[in-house]
């Protein structure tokens, strides 16, 4: 049963320590997106992946934020330094873009972050 | 401007019975998708349903069913013979293409809390 996989699941930091969210896209998947799901905002795009490069992050914050994808198999986003307005949860999702048709994004289990 | 409207924060349903949680959107796209997720109380966001702007026939996938009214804009979602692990979140959402390779964007509602009453 192919899955997105998210670690950790619950994150408890203390501001301005460094977070690394991690995630292992559906096997051959070629997109994968992080998104950011709070109360007052609901769920927002922070970052998009295509073939591993980064195609559009301007939902995320530049100046403590960073997404990467070192392999087609792992997808990371850091915050550092943390504040407390950035708990929420981190989910991660990935889809197959082959053509401008359906096009499902399966998401993870998500990443509950809490910034003390 | 909203793309995705969810006007119903809350809805109760007896078990078994159907129901219907409404979502209505805007967009000027010709092209365009809308999906449904469910969420939980774990937290994960599950895939449950597909309607293209194309397809003509109302999506169904098991219980859940798509009545997309295309002139209206609206895409509800119709869960029939519900049961206790319908009880979730559910969330209405709209393809938006970042670029032509299909990779897109999903603007989401603001959910609507379905609970199943025994």
């Known amino acids: 049963d192919a899955r997105v996989t998210q670690t950790p699941r619950h994150k408890v930091t203390e501001m301005g320590q460094e977070v690394t969210m991690r995630c292992q896209p559906i096997?051959?998947?070629?997109?994968v997106f992080w998104y950011r799901q709070t109360m007052m905002q609901g769920l927002e795009l922070l970052a998009y992946?295509?073939?591993?490069?980064?195609?559009?992050d301007s939902g995320m914050p530049k100046d403590r934020f960073s997404a990467e994808m070192p392999d087609a198999t792992l997808a990371t986003l850091k915050i550092q330094p943390s504040e407390p307005r950035d708990s929420a949860v981190y989910f991660c999702?990935?889809?197959?873009?082959?053509?401008?048709?359906?096009?499902?994004?399966?998401f993870g289990a998500g990443t509950r972050l809490s910034v003390l | 401007a909203q793309k995705i409207t969810q006007t119903q924060p809350g809805m109760f349903v007896q078990e078994k019975e159907a129901v219907t949680l409404d979502c209505t959107y805007d967009?000027?796209?010709?092209?365009?998708?809308l999906f449904w997720y469910k969420q939980p109380s774990s937290g994960e966001m599950i895939f449950l349903i597909y309607?293209?702007?194309?397809?003509?026939q109302n999506a169904t996938e098991g219980r859940y069913s798509l009545n997309f009214q295309k002139a209206r804009k609206s895409a509800n979602l119709v869960i029939s013979a519900s049961q206790l692990g319908d009880s979730a979140m559910y969330f209405c959402?709209?393809?938006?293409?970042?670029?032509?390779?299909?990779?897109?964007?999903?603007?989401f509602g603001t959910g609507t809390r379905l609970t199943v009453i025994p």
């Open positions: 096997l051959g998947h070629n997109t």
């Open positions: 999702a990935s889809g197959l873009a082959q053509s401008i048709a359906k096009n499902i994004q399966y």
């Open positions: 959402a709209m393809r938006e293409l970042l670029d032509q390779t299909g990779a897109n964007n999903l603007f």
């Open positions: 967009t000027s796209d010709q092209s365009y998708g």
């Open positions: 309607q293209g702007s194309y397809d003509e």
């Open positions: 992946f295509r073939n591993r490069a980064p195609l559009d």
